[in-house]
């Protein structure tokens, strides 16, 4: 499943290819045909993401609210929708403007929702790293969170009403950057700790945007960097750590794989 990075990129390039222009919509597949209607014609005036959901806003104030899940994918084109590549394949929703179109395949949600929807979602989502307050407001919710909680930190990261937009990738790697046991009851974590999880997050993830590939490790967060160097645990069980050569595990936890090192994060 797409990462919380992946979906703000998606959002900026939405912003950067359709806003402002009337998006034509339709459904190739006809399963959002009906919900097409209420809003293909009308300008794009805002493109966001929040965690692993992304909104688009319309000029008539009701929103497609889009959660690709674990099979849903994107294709951009740099052409208008009259010079789009033929149709192929489960195509839920093809935009079209002027110069860009795009294909939307099989995502978990795709609905028109109006403003109360929209608040709705967004009343059950954590604060997302990648909208930071300024005020600092969100990292304290995240850590209010989580202090409040018996539930392990490997499970409230998971937890999108905790935090948006972390996923198996980020998880797992920042707790092995944090020296944290996955295991540990989140209530038993100090301030001090749960803060430098969320400045992590925020870091990590700006790069993740920035780079379009979760990197993880300090030393290669530039540059192109080769699948077998971007992280210290995921998907690594059974290799040597990357700073204390125990070997890694994997184990199943609350139905997903967790990847730790059984020295660092003891």
Not at 69 to 81: Q, R, S, T
Request: hydrophobic letters at 40%; charged letters at 25%; one cysteine or more.
């Amino acid at each position: 499943m797409p990462e919380g990075h992946s979906i703000h990129r998606i959002a900026n390039t939405f912003r950067n290819e359709f806003l402002n222009s009337k998006v034509k919509i339709f459904s190739p597949q006809g399963r959002f045909e009906a919900d097409a209607k209420l809003v293909s014609g009308r300008k794009l005036v805002a493109s966001t993401a929040v965690g692993k959901q992304l909104f688009l806003d319309f000029e008539n104030e009701l929103t497609i609210r889009i959660h690709l899940g674990i099979y849903g994918k994107w294709n951009f084109y740099k052409v208008p929708v009259a010079k789009a590549p033929e149709v192929w394949g489960q195509v839920r929703a093809r935009f079209g403007a002027t110069s860009a179109s795009a294909d939307l395949r099989g995502p978990t949600v795709c609905e028109v929702i109006d403003q109360q929807g929209v608040q709705l979602v967004l009343k059950r989502l954590g604060p997302d790293p990648l909208n930071p307050d300024p005020t600092g407001s969100e990292a304290l919710k995240f850590v209010s969170k989580v202090k409040n909680s018996k539930a392990p930190i490997g499970a409230a990261l998971m937890n999108q009403a905790v935090i948006s937009g972390i996923g198996n990738v980020y998880r797992a790697e920042l707790l092995f950057r944090a020296g944290l046991n996955p295991k540990t009851p989140g209530e038993r974590l100090s301030e001090e700790q749960l803060m430098g999880l969320w400045t992590d997050a925020v870091k990590l993830m700006q790069i993740g945007v920035k780079k379009g590939v979760m990197l993880t490790r300090d030393e290669y967060l530039t540059g192109r960097v080769l699948v077998q160097d971007r992280y210290f645990v995921y998907k690594r069980e059974g290799l040597p750590c990357r700073v204390c050569n125990k070997v890694l595990v994997v184990e199943e936890f609350l139905a997903r794989r967790l990847y730790f090192c059984p020295k660092c994060q003891s």
